[in-house]
T-cell receptor, first 114, second 115 residues
Framework: AQSVAQPEDQVNVAEGNPLTVKCTYS??????LFWYVQYPNRGLQFLLK??????LVKGSYGFEAEFNKSQTSFHLKKPSALVSDSALYFC????????????FGAGTRLFVKA | GAGVSQTPSNKVTEKGKYVELRCDPI?????LYWYRQSLGQGPEFLIY????????DSGLPNDRFFAVRPEGSVSTLKIQRTERGDSAVYLC?????????????FGPGTRLTVT
């Protein structure tokens, strides 16, 4: 069965510092991995995805994520955090071997302090 | 262009009543998904449509929940005999097609409160 774990409910960073939001997954086949962000009173927005190829993927707003197959991880990173990055972040996985379900993690709330 | 829209944005109903939640996907998107999001949780998959047919309804919690997409565009999620535990935000998403490498475009959600 597919599953996603986001081990941190909340991450606090100071503006200008690097940030990491952690995600690990479990699928039976090869994973399609996604990060979405949810701002207050707004819908979920796509940030980036890993499908195949280069393990480091770059997405919107300066975010990037690294796929690590041996550690079954897909951590979200940004070199320099902004206060406006404060939001709720969701990692999601889909099994490339078939099926239509996308499984979401419980989310990690990011607070960036000025 | 227009994104995914959902109506109503809020719905308050009494326990035991019937409700319908509507989703208008992005024009041309053939894949449509319904999710339920409870407070403090990520979206929980309910059902997936490819065109007019429900290709995967394994996430529907019980037979009180039903969804249709008769013309392959607008979809309606129907909940019969609502229970307080059905209270949640119901999210709709669409994508250009079913292949898993497409990201999903989410609507703002319908907040359902069952009193």
């Amino acid at each position: 069965a597919q599953s996603v774990a986001q081990p941190e409910d909340q991450v606090n960073v100071a503006e200008g510092n690097p940030l990491t939001v952690k995600c690990t997954y479990s699928v039976s086949g090869n994973p399609y991995l996604f990060w979405y962000v949810q701002y207050p009173n707004r819908g979920l927005q796509f940030l980036l995805k890993y499908i195949t190829g280069d393990n480091l993927v770059k997405g919107s707003y300066g975010f990037e994520a690294e796929f690590n197959k041996s550690q079954t991880s897909f951590h979200l990173k940004k070199p320099s955090a902004l206060v406006s990055d404060s939001a709720l972040y969701f990692c999601a996985v889909r099994d490339s071997g078939g099926g239509f379900k996308t499984i979401f993690g419980a989310g990690t709330r990011l607070f960036v302090k000025a | 262009g227009a994104g995914v829209s959902q109506t109503p944005s809020n719905k308050v109903t009494e326990k035991g009543k019937y409700v319908e939640l509507r989703c208008d996907p992005i024009s041309g998107h053939t894949a449509l998904y319904w999710y339920r999001q409870s407070l403090g949780q990520g979206p929980e998959f309910l059902i997936y449509f490819q065109g007019t047919g429900a290709a995967d309804d394994s996430g529907l919690p019980n037979d009180r929940f039903f969804a249709v997409r008769p013309e392959g565009s607008v979809s309606t999620l129907k909940i019969q005999r609502t229970e307080r535990g059905d209270s949640a935000v119901y999210l709709c998403a669409s994508s250009p097609e079913a292949s898993g490498f497409y990201e999903q475009y989410f609507g703002p959600g319908t907040r359902l409160t069952v009193t």
